[in-house]
């Protein structure tokens, strides 16, 4: 299976940048989505942004437009989430969830792993 180790977490003041970083711990062959989504203590795991299967589109959740920006790097099979002008209610633990294929014993297998999450606390 391909695993997802998050980093670039931690404490910001509003207003300021963070950027995570998502690497697989596989070399992959072909992604069908990828996409970072957060959650709150006892609030729903929700979207941030997404590039859904068959599409190249890249759809942010509204509260995140305009501040965020979702970037791959398929050397380093990395995918990026670039956070800007950061608000105190950005303040979550931030996953990253990649669903593709991967190279496996000469063949390919299917996958879809989630990041162990990573803290971003924002103060306001």
């Known amino acids: 299976q391909v695993q997802l180790v998050e980093t670039g977490g931690g404490l910001v003041q509003a207003g300021g940048s963070l950027r995570l970083s998502c690497a697989a711990s596989?070399?992959?062959?072909?992604?069908?989505?990828l996409g970072w989504y957060r959650q709150v203590p006892r609030k729903q795991r929700e979207l941030v942004a997404i590039?859904?299967?068959?599409?190249?589109?890249?759809n942010y959740a509204d509260s995140v437009k305009g501040r965020f920006t979702i970037s791959t790097d398929v050397a380093k099979n990395t995918v990026y989430l670039q956070m800007n002008s950061l608000k105190h209610e950005d303040t979550a633990v931030y996953y990253c969830?990649?669903?593709?294929?991967?190279?496996?014993?000469?063949?390919?297998?299917?996958?879809?792993?989630w990041g162990q999450g990573t803290q971003v606390t924002v103060s306001s």
């Open positions: 596989r070399r992959i062959i072909s992604i069908n989505s």
């Open positions: 969830n990649v669903q593709g294929h991967y190279y496996d014993r000469g063949g390919q297998s299917a996958f879809n792993s």
């Open positions: 590039i859904p299967s068959g599409s190249s589109t890249i």
